[in-house]
T-cell receptor, first 110, second 115 residues
Framework: DAKTTQPNSMESNEEEPVHLPCNHS???????IHWYRQLPSQGPEYVIH???SNVNNRMASLAIAEDRKSSTLILHRATLRDAAVYYC???????????FGTGTRLKVLA | EAGVVQSPRYKIIEKKQPVAFWCNPI?????LYWYLQNLGQGPELLIR????????DSQLPKDRFSAERLKGVDSTLKIQPAELGDSAVYLC?????????????FGPGTRLTVL
């Protein structure tokens, strides 16, 4: 199973953009890149996913490197409610198995 | 739309006692997952069901853990007997399986403390 590497923690000021990086150098051609986040005392929630092209939704944007060995989750304007642990996960097509790492703990400063 | 429901939210037991967790997935979701999450770690898959069939239970410690999803809807995860190391959050998730990997919806989890 392909693994991901994320920084343990990051800080951002409120109302500023946040770029959360993820390295996945062993990604295979059919692996999807998913991002989830986990707010305190809650289960993880879906944020965004992609395969090859950059993706946008109401929560965030996902920028995928051309060689797919890394990706970046972009929160355009961080709010205090965005403080959470963000997980970058590779989903191997055909198995649908999620392997969570330790994620990045995002702290948003008021 | 109701989300994934889990009960109880918290459970405290003494070691060697049995414990059970219940999960009701989102209506219509055919795939159900049980995860274990230790403090400071990401969730780890214990078992995945498609309808009533356990299609991946390779990470389930079968000597003390068991799970069932008899009618392909709600599910129960049991530990018997519980050990100190079982203290963790047990998460249930569900999804509607299609052609590609689909979004999983997680419940709030059950926090188990074994004394």
């Amino acid at each position: 199973d392909a693994k991901t590497t994320q920084p343990n923690s990051m800080e951002s000021n409120e109302e500023e953009p946040v770029h959360l990086p993820c390295n996945h150098s062993t990604i295979s051609g059919t692996d999807y890149i998913h991002w989830y986040r986990q707010l305190p005392s809650q289960g993880p929630e879906y944020v965004i996913h992609g395969l090859t092209s950059n993706v946008n939704n109401r929560m965030a944007s996902l920028a995928i490197a051309e060689d797919r060995k890394s990706s970046t989750l972009i929160l355009h304007r961080a709010t205090l409610r965005d403080a959470a642990v963000y997980y970058c996960i590779l989903i191997t097509s055909g198995t649908y198995k999620y392997i969570f790492g330790t994620g990045t703990r995002l702290k948003v400063l008021a | 739309e109701a989300g994934v429901v889990q009960s109880p939210r918290y459970k405290i037991i003494e070691k060697k006692q049995p414990v059970a967790f219940w999960c009701n997935p989102i209506s219509g979701h055919n795939t159900l997952y049980w995860y274990l999450q230790n403090l400071g770690q990401g969730p780890e898959l214990l078992i995945r069901y498609e309808n009533e069939e356990a299609v991946d239970d390779s990470q389930l410690p079968k000597d003390r853990f068991s799970a069932e999803r008899l009618k392909g809807v709600d599910s129960t995860l049991k530990i018997q007997p519980a050990e100190l190391g079982d203290s963790a959050v047990y998460l249930c998730a569900s999804s509607l399986q299609g052609l590609g990997p689909n979004e999983q919806f997680f419940g709030p989890g059950t926090r188990l403390t074994v004394l």
